[in-house]
């Protein structure tokens, strides 16, 4: 349910207010009695929600409400949102906890700069940018129930809103059900009060600089904007979105492959450049952005260079316009994903439909169906739209070109071909600011500087473009080499002779165990096979993944770093090896336009205990629901089987550890880390836990730079080679498949593989299955306290982050079993979300993650994350830090009530029953039911997983209330309370987060 009014309905002394009335859409006493009774209802019913507010729109959304139960109860929901509120103090008292946690959430450097740029084009007479939805903490923090009814009293009314239902029902039956609930609303008294102009725009500066700590670098932002002009969805409508869509992509190419021309090797250096065109209702323009970001570093410190380039690139498509032979290509790829109808078959697309119907928030927008776009973009997806397509892209060129010079000189650029357009509204912003870990400090740049680089380019001789590099390109494909024929791996060298047929070894409910030849275990789910099958479509979608139990957690101290490198996935080449003892190498360049030629690939993974290969087997038929494919249709899917055996040998140098080397260096995940440093405290918190537990064992040990530079590549490749001998790694397939066509392939390919070379451990690193290894995988969570001082680089002012840690392992000592850690897990995510933000108000969300081990039985726990909020503002705790850590230790040592209960279990057994729709989320569930438990495990069974736990559904159906009301007491009884608190206040300079843990 969707209410036309948002921030710019606010007036000076209500900001943020339409976002505070959000918030207490789940406290409606006059409907649902007592705090958070409509969240319990909803949660209960196994249904979830979720709301929120723009400038110019408030959303509720209600989802995975059971069919069976009708629309009616979700009906009654947004009735009751929409028309019977009533405010308590006490619950707003309690939300401004939530709602100031928030604010100080989104207070990061990307939100800073938005606000900046956003206030600075606007300037003071645009509404938007004076009122962004959050609002201002220092209002928030005194709003009364009398400030949000009368808000709500005077916006909230029946013909400000607009009902969206996607779902299992029929038209005939949302008919009835709306009727029912909603036509008793009488119509308003009064007449619709009009919403405030959005104002003009007039810009404080055509060229603003300005440092934001955690941008890590320069950042340039050409904003132009022209007023918002409701289209109407014609042809002309899609004809422009499609032309839109070639020249953003064209752009970001055009700049991109010079980019990585200037700076070879480096790829991943964190340069970009984009281009983006948008008609945004929410802020009443067509806007369009031009961006080129420069990485702040000393040893890519080029910004100069990089923004010449930029703007070089821009006044090339200006003046010459674009290569027609990559336009052709372009419009080949867009052509490709345009031309066929996409239906929305699943949870997720359902959600898509919804805002696909929303129209951009426009209420006057046309919604037309996946069949009804198709026929209105066939037209303009033939050849004859390359000229328009050419002369779109220089247009856009010529347009934001003018912007730019006008920007920057403040006089109007009327030379041709550039006369031709008119001014827009325009300005230049710059962000500049450093990581702490940089070894430059913050770029010094001044308006004079800019100009001077970008008016050297603008007076230059024409300049030459990338026309040389595509001369010759009749289709973008070009740019990535002829695929090659054939095969790579020799089929009938591995098969060794006919094999017989693989043996079914087990089957229940539709999930199938099969053996190789070798005893290779073969996992497999089906669509359609047994009462907990997979849904009917798409088509032929189906994905594999080959499993084996390892990963960082059998690192030695030589292979500190192996991780990383293997999940950079930058190989020098592949191998494979054959059962008469040759094998053949492959260069990386080689596999991979073969790969692409035959339309396969594959990617190998380091995870924490495992080592994972995976794949997407098929695809799904074109045309869906009207497919071009069967189920009973066989497949070739001896090219992925290709990929899959490559990947289980790859080969690595001393190239590919250079390069590796020098992205660490280069970004090592500070940047975004500075940005968010929530993410920096949880991986810090993490490695200050692990270290205590392993008593500084090197696999949870943090990588370094140095670490990598110490690596033996070799090693590493012969690390994961032992990972996929025989006997140590399952397959698993879930989806749309011919089996029997599966099996033969599998059997050809690893039917032969040889398994490990002795009984006892690999050559190389730990090895899980070996006792002499079983006392490296025995830890407990620590007994005793845990307190370290370090401090956090920060970016934004004025935010907290919590962390509490407690143990998970205590009730999975007994009974291992996927529903129950499930169970567990949405017990305490729900029951920590209603107690710290329900309850008390003290977070604006609550995260939890979990970590139940496979290798280490005894050392799972639960961390518990959230922002807390400045409302109460203790003298001595003016964010809650101290405070919400005190409530939930004491939320600890009680006992989850039933109501929270049986609506964690509503909830978790419905998404749980709706993810599983998806054929790439029982990969999840099939991973261990055949793989062998580790030696660490005493009293195993044939496998870490029983078959039976893939009925995860009705597992998690069968959990009592007794069996888990002691969940987090029980855990707390005999191990010491970690925590972790962060807090941040403004200084001078750089903000720093001091943290205690």
């Known amino acids: 349910m969707c209410v036309d009014v948002g921030s710019v309905n606010e007036e000076d002394n209500q900001r943020g207010i339409a976002h505070f009335v959000e918030h207490n859409a789940f406290d409606i006493p006059v409907s649902y009695s007592g705090r958070y009774a409509l969240f319990e209802k909803v949660m209960m019913s196994g249904a979830s929600f979720n709301a929120f507010t723009s400038f110019r729109t408030t959303c509720y959304q209600l989802w995975d409400f059971p069919a069976s139960q009708g629309l009616g109860p979700a009906l009654e929901i947004h009735k009751a949102q929409v028309d019977q509120q009533t405010f308590l103090q006490d619950d707003i008292d309690i939300e401004k906890g939530a709602v100031l946690g928030e604010a100080r959430y989104r207070n990061s450097s990307d939100y800073i700069a938005l606000t900046v740029m956003l206030l600075n084009h606007g300037g003071p007479a645009w509404r938007p940018a004076q009122r962004m939805p959050i609002g201002l903490p220092e209002l928030l923090v005194n709003y009364t129930k009398q400030d949000l009814q009368d808000f709500y009293d005077k916006w909230y009314r029946m013909d400000s809103c607009r009902l969206l239902v996607v779902g299992d029902v029929s038209l005939a039956q949302a008919e009835e059900a709306i009727k029912a609930t909603l036509a008793s609303i009488p119509s308003p008294s009064t007449p619709k009060p009009s919403s405030p102009a959005l104002g003009t725009i007039n810009p404080a500066k055509r060229v603003l600089i300005q440092e934001v700590p ?8 050409l904003m132009m904007t022209r007023p918002y002009i409701p289209r109407p969805t014609d042809m002309n409508f899609y004809r422009t979105s499609i032309l839109n869509t070639v020249a953003s992509i064209f752009f970001d190419l055009q700049v ?88 929305y078959s699943g949870y997720d697309d359902s959600l898509d439909l919804i805002d696909a119907i929303l129209g951009g928030m426009d209420p006057d927008a046309p919604y037309l169906d996946p069949f009804q776009k198709t026929a209105y973009n066939t037209p303009f997806l033939e050849s004859g739209l390359l000229p328009s397509a050419v002369a779109h892209i220089q247009a856009e060129a010529q347009y934001m070109y003018r912007a730019l010079i006008e920007a920057i000189t403040d006089q109007p650029y009327t030379e041709a071909p550039f006369d031709r357009f008119e001014s827009p509204a325009a300005t230049l912003n710059i962000f500049t600011g450093v990581s702490p870990f940089s070894l430059a400090g913050v770029p010094v740049i001044d308006a004079v500087e800019v100009t001077d680089v970008i008016m050297q380019v603008h007076q230059s001789a024409t300049p030459d473009g990338l026309d040389v590099l595509f001369q010759g390109s009749g289709s973008f494909s070009a740019l990535e080499g002829l695929p090659l024929s054939g095969s790579l791996v020799d089929v009938d060298l591995l098969a060794s002779g006919t094999l017989p047929a693989p043996g079914k070894d087990q089957d229940y409910r539709g999930v199938q165990r099969y053996m190789l030849q070798n005893r290779v275990p073969v996992n497999v789910k089906a669509s359609g096979t047994g009462d907990g099958g997979l849904p009917a479509g798409p088509p032929g979608e189906a994905y594999i993944e080959i499993v084996a139990l390892g990963g960082k957690a059998t690192l030695t101290p030589a292979l500190v770093g192996a991780c990383e490198f293997v999940n950079h996935n930058l190989f020098g080449g592949m191998s494979v090896y054959y059962p008469d003892g040759s094998h053949h190498d492959y260069t990386h360049d080689l596999v991979s336009r073969y790969l692409k030629g035959v339309g396969a690939s594959a990617r190998l993974s380091c995870q924490g205990e495992h080592m994972v290969i995976s794949a997407t087997l098929s695809p799904a038929c074109p045309n869906y629901p009207e497919p071009t494919c069967t189920r009973t249709q066989p497949r070739d899917y001896n090219p992925v089987m290709e990929a899959l055996r490559l990947y289980m040998n790859p080969m690595m140098d001393d ?12 970004t090592n995940d500070w940047a975004s880390a500075v940005e968010d440093p929530a993410t920096l405290l949880l991986s810090q918190v993490d490695a200050l836990l692990l270290q205590k537990a392993y008593q500084g064992d090197p696999r949870m040990q943090p990588v370094t730079l140095s670490a990598l530079m110490a690596l033996n590549p070799v090693l590493v490749q012969d690390w994961v080679r032992e990972h996929f001998r025989a006997g140590r790694f399952e397959i698993n397939v ?34 899980p299955y070996s006792l002499g290894d079983a006392f490296m995988f025995n830890r407990t969570f620590p007994a005793s306290d845990v307190s370290v001082n370090c401090t956090v680089p920060s970016s934004s002012p004025e935010r907290a982050f919590v962390l509490s840690y407690g143990p998970s392992h205590s009730f999975l000592e007994l009974q291992r079993d996927t529903a129950r850690a499930a169970v567990m897990d949405a017990l305490v995510t729900h029951w920590a979300f209603l107690q710290l933000r329900g309850a008390k108000g003290y977070g604006y969300f609550v995260q939890v993650a979990s970590l139940h081990s496979v290798l280490f ?37 009680g006992n989850i009530t039933e109501i929270a209960f049986k609506a964690a279990m509503g909830e978790l057994a419905e998404q749980t029953e709706a993810r599983l729709q998806n054929a790439q989320a029982w990969l999840g569930v099939l991973r261990g039911v055949s793989l062998a438990p580790p030696a660490v495990w005493d009293n195993a069974p044939p496998y870490i ?18 069996d888990v009301q002691n969940v987090l007491s029980k855990g707390v009884s005999h191990m010491a309370f970690m925590s972790a608190s962060l807090a941040t206040i403004p200084m001078t300079n750089a903000t720093i987060f001091k943290m205690q843990c």
């Open 655 to 666: 190239n590919t550890k250079r390069q590796i080397e020098d992205i660490y260096e280069m």
């Open 945 to 962: 997983k029983d078959i039976e736990q893939t009925d995860i559904v009705n597992n998690i159906r069968g959990v009592q209330y007794g």
């Open 857 to 893: 039985p005894a050392m799972g726990y639960y961390r518990m994350y959230w922002a807390p909020g400045g409302y109460p503002s203790p003298t001595l705790d003016a964010l809650n830090i101290q405070a919400s850590l005190d409530f939930v230790k004491a939320m600890y040592k």
């Open 256 to 343: 991109g492959v010079r980019l990585e021309g200037m700076y070879p090797g480096m790829s991943d250096s964190g340069r970009s450049a984009g281009l983006s065109i948008e008609d945004d209702y929410s802020l009443g323009v067509e806007l369009h952005m031009l961006s080129v970001e420069s990485p702040g570093n000393a040893r890519t410190g080029t910004w100069r260079a990089d923004v010449a380039m930029g703007v070089t690139e821009l006044r090339r498509l200006a003046l010459h316009g674009p290569s027609s032979d990559l336009v052709s290509g372009l419009l080949y790829l867009v052509s490709s994903a345009l031309s066929q109808a996409t239906m």
């Open 734 to 767: 879930a989806g749309d498949f011919d089996v029997n066509t599966l099996l033969k392939a599998l059997q050809l390919t690893f039917g032969t593989l040889a398994g490990p070379q002795t009984a006892t451990s690999p050559t190389v690193g730990l090895d």
């Open 214 to 221: 955690g941008t890590n670098g320069v950042s340039f932002n």
